[in-house]
C-alpha cells in the first residue's frame, strides 16, 4: 500500500467513503477521500488513484470524465465544446461599457458639486468620441488620438 506523506493511497473506494470536494488533493491523479464523518467524530482520510482527465490515446476534441457515479461506474467520453469567443468578447464590452458609464457618471456628479458646466464635458467626450478614426485604411497613431490634455493647459 502506497503512502503520500500521511495520507494511504487507495486503489479502489472504500464501501461507505465519499470523495472530499472540499480539498484539493496534493499529489498528482488523485483525490480526497473521507469515511463520511465529520473532523469531530473520528473523520479518516485517504487518497484515492484516479485517471487522468485526458489519455495520450484521445483525441483533442473529447475529454474523458472521471466523475465516479454509483458503484464507481465511469460517465462516457463527452465532447469539447466549442469556445464561445464572440459572446466572451461581447460580455467583455458590456463590463468595459458599464465600467466607462460609472466613470462618466461620477464626472457629472463632480461637475454638479463645483458648479462646473456638465454639458460642455459631455461634448468635450463627443467630440474625443467621434474624433476616432474607424476606417480600415487608416491605422491608428498618436498624432491621429484628439489631444487629451488641451483643454487643462499641459
Known sequence: MNKYRDWEILDELPQGWVID??????????VFITNGKSVLNGQKRALLKVKPKRDINTPKNEIVKNHFVDANKMVEK????????KTVNDL????FKEQLLKEIMFDLMVCEIENWDKKEYINELKKMLNGID?????????????????????
Do not use: H, Q
Not at 472540499?22 to 491523479?29: F, H, K, L, V, Y
Not at 463527452?78 to 469567443?85: C, D
Not at 491605422?139 to 489631444?147: A, E, G, I, Y
Open 21 to 30: 470536494k472540499t480539498a484539493g488533493s496534493p499529489a498528482p491523479n488523485t
Open 78 to 85: 463527452t465532447e469539447i465544446p466549442i469556445f464561445p469567443a
Open 134 to 154: 474607424t476606417s480600415t485604411k487608416k491605422k491608428v497613431n498618436v498624432k491621429s488620438l484628439p489631444d487629451l490634455f488641451s483643454s487643462v493647459g499641459l
Open 92 to 95: 467583455a464590452r458590456l463590463k
